[in-house]
């Protein structure tokens, strides 16, 4: 995990710090804010992953049964990720989460399928980026099926590059860091 | 069965040291165990050696130990069909700092590459 990766250049960003609010494609509003820490908002996050289409899970995650969902979300918040939420009312419809990792920081996304193809994955994309500069976050990666090409594009949109095209899972890299843009 | 048991040294390894040995001693399975001789590991060979040696001694089952040059993926399939193994058993990845499953490229060897059936132990 602590292996060297490349990241590229050029600063991705600047994007903008949630809480923020949009209409989706849908026409449902939608708000993406940090997670609070709440019993209300873990138990929405639980119930978001219960709901979960196991067709879209990803080397694992999130786990199958509720109890598994439990404790890999104790797991990542015990190693102080940064989590962002997109609440439609008073469900979660996507979550979106930086876990440390030496130096830098392993990036993954959910969006639950009845809110998919609305633009909220781009949106809590940006949400999280610009939560995670402003909370001092610079080297960001993250590991993606290759054959997945709307979420390799979305992420080539948003700054990431590719790092890593050799193994099962493509690894893409972006930084982060606030300040250090030049335009 | 007669299984071959590769360990590279992760923690993937030891997981599917310990597994595969109970197994074998529950069903009966030959088992060979390959180890990857790579100086420069962390573990050492000779720790992953004794860990394989202990586990044999405390499921009370006999198996050989080889140490392997080169490329562990390649050296397994290779022994595996000359030696008429009837399954691979390896470590099945380890997990990101978020709890993905990350294949190693011996897993994506073998797995792309083995002619007899392939155990990833998780």
């Given amino acids: 995990m602590s292996r060297d990766r490349d990241y590229p250049d050029v600063v991705a960003g600047p994007f903008e710090a949630p809480p923020v609010s949009f209409e989706d494609r849908a026409g449902r509003t939608v708000e993406i804010r940090p997670y609070d820490g709440s019993d209300a908002e873990y138990e929405a996050v639980v119930e ?100 997945n090409k709307p979420a390799i594009g979305l992420y080539e949109k948003l700054g990431f590059g590719i790092s890593d095209a050799e193994s099962f899972e493509m690894e893409m890299s972006a930084r982060i860091a606030a300040g250090d843009h030049t335009g | ?78 022994m595996a069909e000359a030696e008429g193994f009837d399954r691979i058993a390896i470590g099945g990845g380890t997990t990101s700092p978020m709890g993905k499953i990350q294949l190693g490229s011996t897993a994506e060897f073998v797995l792309l590459n083995s002619h007899v059936t392939v155990s990833l132990v998780r």
């Avoid at chain 2, 923690?11 to 060979?32: I, P, Q």
């Avoid at chain 2, 990857?36 to 860990?51: F, H, I, N, Q, W």
């Fill in chain 2, 1 to 78: 069965m007669k299984v071959l048991l590769g360990l590279g040294g992760g923690d993937d390894s030891l997981r599917a040291l310990e597994r595969t040995v109970n197994r074998a001693a529950d069903a009966g399975d030959d088992l060979t165990v390959a180890i990857l001789d790579d100086p420069g590991a962390d573990p050492s060979v000779a720790d992953v050696e004794r860990e394989a040696e202990s586990a044999l001694a405390a499921a009370g089952i006999d198996a050989e130990i080889r140490r392997v040059d080169g490329d562990l993926g390649s050296e397994l399939v290779t």
């Fill in chain 1, 48 to 147: 978001m992953y219960v709901a979960f289409d196991p067709a879209d899970r990803a080397q694992g995650i999130p786990p199958g049964s509720e109890a598994r969902i439990r404790s890999w979300l104790d797991g990542l918040l015990e190693k102080g990720s940064l989590n962002v939420v997109a609440w439609d009312g008073e469900t979660a419809a996507g979550h979106a989460t930086l876990v440390p990792d030496g130096d830098t920081y392993e990036l993954a996304i959910f969006v639950l399928q009845a809110y998919q193809e609305a633009g909220i994955g781009t949106r809590l994309m940006r949400g999280l980026l610009g939560y995670g500069a402003d909370s001092g976050v610079d080297r960001v990666w993250l590991s993606v099926e290759r054959w």
